[in-house]
């Protein structure tokens, strides 16, 4: 059992890099704040992700925050609503 441990650890895909052509990206127009709603969706593993900003009175520079999330959530942007994981994300990262 270690042996399946340890070998799928070492396999596992990395997916950190969004910024590659491993991943497509949507941008979802909001009608209320936030503007917008950034997804990636990872082109092998078909995985989620959603990009949360930090905004911190003060802060010289504000950075966003990759959150995983799924295809509902993404669904739930393009009808106009804020996504339920967004809004927990937001909340535990201000």
Same mark, same amino acid.
């Given at each position: 059992m270690i042996w399946y441990f340890v070998e799928g650890f070492y396999r596992r895909k990395r997916e950190n890099n969004f =910024?590659?052509?491993?991943?497509?990206?949507?941008?979802v127009s909001m009608p209320v704040d936030p503007e917008?709603?950034?997804?990636?969706k990872? =082109?092998? /593993?078909?995985?989620?992700?959603?990009e949360v900003g930090q905004f911190r009175p003060g802060s010289k520079y504000p950075r966003n925050t990759m959150v995983?999330?799924?295809?509902?959530?993404?669904? /739930?942007? /393009? =009808?106009?609503?804020?996504?339920?994981?967004y809004i927990s994300a937001l909340s535990k990262l201000n």
């Amino acid at each position: 059992m270690i042996w399946y441990f340890v070998e799928g650890f070492y396999r596992r895909k990395r997916e950190n890099n969004f =910024k590659s052509n491993d991943f497509l990206k949507y941008v979802v127009s909001m009608p209320v704040d936030p503007e917008t709603i950034v997804f990636y969706k990872s =082109k092998f /593993t078909e995985k989620w992700w959603m990009e949360v900003g930090q905004f911190r009175p003060g802060s010289k520079y504000p950075r966003n925050t990759m959150v995983p999330c799924s295809y509902n959530d993404y669904q /739930t942007a /393009t =009808k106009g609503e804020i996504p339920e994981r967004y809004i927990s994300a937001l909340s535990k990262l201000n």
